[in-house]
Nanobody, 114 residues
């Protein structure tokens, strides 16, 4: 049974940082591409970052240079480091295992506010 669980969200000030984690199980993590997306209040789902099996990374323009995706196959975990946070980064952040449609977690809330 595939399981994807996000954690690490919370409240951060503008300019601050957070580190999100996505723990996965039930499939061969090292062979699977992983992604992060987010959904802001009243908006649709926005893909923000992807990391391939070889740790090749891709970012949406809205987060490039501020967010960093990484993976630890020994822990079957993918991370998303959020730096230089802005109020518009406020959203529920979701992790997906595999290509579309993939397996999604329940998400973790990130709120950026002073």
């Amino acid at each position: 049974q595939v399981r994807v669980v996000e954690s690490g969200g919370g409240l951060a000030q503008p300019g601050g940082s957070l580190r999100l984690s996505c723990a996965a199980s039930g499939f061969t993590f090292s062979n699977t591409a992983m992604s992060w997306a987010r959904q802001a209040p009243g908006k649709g789902l926005e893909w923000i970052a992807n990391i391939g099996r070889e740790s090749d990374t891709y970012y949406a323009d809205s987060v490039k240079g501020r967010f960093t995706i990484s993976r630890d196959s020994a822990k079957s975990t993918v991370y998303l480091q959020l730096d230089s946070l802005k109020p518009e980064d406020t959203a529920v952040y979701l992790c997906r295992a595999g290509r579309s449609p993939g397996y999604w977690g329940q998400g973790t809330q990130v709120t950026v506010s002073s």
